[in-house]
């Protein structure tokens, strides 16, 4: 069965603040590009112990799982800051400021990419924040229409998703936990955005959605949601009919009904049978026993046994017991389907 995480992991102490989101570097210059280097080769190695069939760098390589990339675009100006409503107005920030056209100055992640395929023999996930939830977390002080910022934005992503399949890619994800908050948008322009985004690839390509994490706003937010969170069922539908070949789902400790897996027939679909919002680390039964519980929306062979969402806020400790637990459950869970 195949196995994956949705994207991050913790920095190592000696890279950034444990337990923190977002936390600053700890070091600079070559100093922090191999400290970078380091985190991500244990990581890799974490991964690999663990069983899992696809890893990925962790998002050692960045702080912000969107800035990692706007920090490298010309036309955004870091100094021109608006105050802006995030995720449907769930929170109000300020946030740097598109003044111009953008444009991708240089390759990104491609070095990253290349670093973790020449360390590995399994197959490689690389992150990318999707665009509609890039224009979700930048101001549009240019183009005037948020339809318009995500192509260009779409553009730029795509420019760099073939180079990450070029350095050895196996899947290319782009991360929209947007979607859950304006799904109207989602199935329309959300959808078209991230063609888009990854036209021309050969390689898979998939799209994280998740009800966000690690913020107060968000889990306020998911408490007033009801007995079930069915935001998916407006755009899986669509997600269903696009050419994205694996989509993802919360399900460990969720209140996303099972049955919305249906809406994702002709999909590989990245179930979260891992709770990332808790220290308590599962066992192995307990993960074997949601995947067997998705297993009757899903066949088992589309299905890939996932994380809900990144593991970057949590002690190192207990990611390491979780990418284990991931691993062994779904070995476990195999076995019996």
Known sequence: MDTAIAGSLPKPAWLAEPEKLWAAWRQEGEELAQAKRDAALIWIKEQEDSGLSTVCDG????????????????????????????????????????????????????????????????????????????????????????????????DILNQEALELEAAGADIVQFDEPAFNAFTEEAAGWGIEALERAKR???????????????????????????????????????????????????????????????????????????????????????????????????????IIACTNCGLAPLPRSVAVGKLRALGAGAALAAKSL
């Open 59 to 154: 998002e050692q390589f960045r702080i912000h799982f969107v800035h990692g990339i706007l920090e490298h675009i010309d036309g955004i100006d870091w100094n021109v800051k608006t105050k802006m409503g995030i995720r449907a107005d769930r929170y109000v920030v300020d946030v740097p400021t598109v003044t111009a056209p953008v444009a991708r100055k240089y390759s990104i992640h491609k070095a990253e990419a290349g670093y973790v395929r020449s360390h590995t023999d399994r197959k490689v996930k690389c992150t990318m924040p999707g665009p509609m939830t890039i224009c979700d977390t930048i101001a549009d002080g240019h183009y005037g229409s948020r339809v318009e910022m995500a192509m260009a934005f779409a």
């Open 200 to 302: 021309g690839l050969k390689c898979k390509t998939a799209v994280h959605i998740c009800y966000g994490y690690g913020i107060e706003a968000n889990i306020e937010w998911k408490k007033s949601l009801g007995d079930q969170w069915r935001q998916y069922e407006a755009f899986f539908p669509a997600l269903n009919k696009s050419s994205i070949d694996q989509v993802s789902l919360e399900f460990a400790n969720s209140r996303v009904p099972g049955e919305l897996m249906r809406l994702l027939p002709d999909k590989q679909v990245m179930v979260g049978v891992i709770d990332v919002a808790t220290n308590e680390i599962e066992t192995a039964e307990e993960v074997a026993s949601r995947i067997r519980a998705a297993s009757e929306f899903v066949d088992p062979d589309r």
